[in-house]
């Protein structure tokens, strides 16, 4: 069973998350989540692959996607007015969020103002960034989770683990004791047959869908030319949740944005493949401002910053920013597929994560420093991404990032062993004292020809894998023997 992770409530979801080496020592021993995981990623990453496959200009597809984000981001400020613009123009309200807390701020201030204590909500990561539920539920206004997912995670007080199957973690078994425990409405005789399951959360949903006054989404894309949010899904709850409710606040980060209608045509061709292995995706929902007698009254775009533009100035780290959270990244990566979603301590995990969290949160804290090594730097992830983000080297440009703000702040051992190796690695005399110390050493400790355990700072090897223990000789003391004649 799953240990239960839930943010304790009126506390932001994220805080205070140990950094990713411990957290994933948790998850790995834990054998149930891990073919939990196991079997779910090699299913979508199997089924992606035959989907990608059927498109013979997957490849010119891709970089054409990279190509009008890279584009997006170079000129973000103008299209971003522009969407401003037209998002006013068809009688929506633009709202400019520089944080979490005061995207909080304006959609509590929004769900007042529109007389509401409670709201449905389509799955958003950018309001899993900001902590928006916790942040309603200490303003007295509940927030509905609607995705079928999104929902059992709720339900579990529990926090999501994949980008697009956010209780990848459960099984069926698991998410029928979660409903039976806390939907009071569900059927006395629920099996944990999929059908089942889906048929409880649809009767518990529907009541909600239709009696709420504020929906809350997200959204792929917002197009600049036209001033039109898209949200894509596979469930139908995005489409109530966005033509439904009277009032509808979408929170979307500032680098969904596309300049034109057109190009949505090359991302509706990526997304799908990418995510579900779907050819296209079974709910589309296009809307531009409001249209009297058809859907919301009154529409309220919340532009979220949160770090976007901080990352947008670093050459190398702004490629993040291209992502399109299809999630292919974390189907492929070994990393993910033992240690979890929880691990990673973000909205966001698996390799997306290990470099927009640290970016997005800057690296002070334990969990965003460990997050650019959470990764074997296979290539995995790049070969899969659809718009071409260089994931490892981003990571390696993290980890950079990483030691040099510990070497500003902290004494780092790291760096000590570093130094001390180089004084080391440069005198001739040193060094073959060095290695006949080693082997001295090793021979005392050493069984079977590996070493078990070191001391500290060596034994953050150890901890995880057996070293080899260094030959008896030299390759400098047996050339001396040998060709030289020396002992
Ligand atoms: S980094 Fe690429 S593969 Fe990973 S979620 Fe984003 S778009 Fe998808």
Redesign the pocket.
């Known amino acids: 069973m799953t240990p239960e992770v839930g943010p304790h409530p009126g506390m932001p979801t994220y805080l205070g998350m140990p950094s990713f080496p411990v957290a994933a020592r948790a998850a790995v021993a834990d054998s149930q989540l891990r073919r939990n995981l196991a079997h779910a990623t090699h299913t979508i990453r199997a089924k992606r692959a035959g989907a990608v496959g059927e498109l013979a200009d997957w490849q010119e597809l891709r970089a054409a996607a990279k190509a009008i984000k890279d584009h997006t981001l170079a000129h973000l400020d103008t299209y971003l007015l522009r969407l401003e613009q037209n998002v006013t123009s068809a009688g929506g309200h633009v709202h400019w969020a520089q944080d979490a807390a005061e995207a909080n701020a304006i959609v509590a201030g929004l769900v007042r103002a529109a007389g509401a204590d409670r709201v449905v909500k389509v799955k958003s990561m950018a309001t899993q960034e900001t902590g928006l539920n916790e942040a309603l539920a200490a303003d007295g206004i509940g927030a509905l989770e609607t995705d079928l997912a999104e929902l059992i995670v709720q339900l579990g007080h529990d926090r999501p683990s994949h980008?697009l199957v956010p209780a990848i973690h459960r099984n069926r078994a698991e998410i029928r004791e979660i409903f039976r425990r806390e939907m009071p409405d569900a059927p006395a005789d629920l099996t944990d047959e999929p059908r089942m399951l889906a048929a409880a959360a649809r009767a518990h949903l529907r009541q909600a869908f239709l009696s709420a006054e504020v929906g809350v989404s997200g959204a792929n894309f917002a197009i600049a030319e036209t001033g039109s949010l898209v949200v894509v899904e596979s469930e139908g709850n995005g489409r109530m949740c966005v033509t439904l409710p009277q009032t509808l606040i979408s929170v979307v980060g500032i680098e969904k944005i596309l300049p034109t209608w057109r190009d949505l045509e090359v991302f509706l061709a990526l997304l799908p493949r990418?995510s579900t292995a779907e050819r296209m995706n079974p709910y589309t929902s296009i809307w531009t401002g409001v249209t009297p007698g058809d859907g919301p009254a009154d529409f309220h775009l919340v532009l979220l910053d949160n770090g976007r533009t901080t990352a947008l100035a670093d050459q190398t780290g702004r490629q993040a920013l291209r992502?399109?959270?299809?999630?292919?990244?974390?189907n492929v990566c070994p990393v993910y597929e033992r240690a979890g979603g929880h691990a990673y301590g973000s909205p966001y995990p698996g390799?997306?994560g290990a470099i927009i969290s640290p970016q997005l949160r800057g690296v002070t804290s334990a969990t965003d420093a460990s997050l650019p090594y959470a990764s074997t730097l296979c290539g995995a992830?790049y070969e899969?991404?659809?718009?071409a983000?260089n994931?490892p080297e981003a990571l390696v440009y993290l980890r950079g990032k990483v030691v040099e703000e510990k070497r500003q702040k902290h004494f780092s051992p790291e760096r000590a062993v570093f130094h001390a190796s180089g004084l080391v690695l440069r005198s001739g005399r040193l060094l073959a004292a060095a290695q006949r110390a080693a082997a001295v050493g090793g021979r005392l400790v050493a069984r079977s020809g590996r070493i078990r355990r070191l001391p500290p700072p060596l034994s953050r090897w150890t901890d995880t894998r057996d070293a080899p223990a260094p030959p008896h000789e030299s390759f400098r003391a047996w050339w001396a023997r040998t060709r030289e004649g020396k002992q």
């Open positions: 980008i990418s992502c399109i959270r299809c999630s292919a990244c974390l390799p997306i992830c899969v991404c659809p718009v983000i994931i």
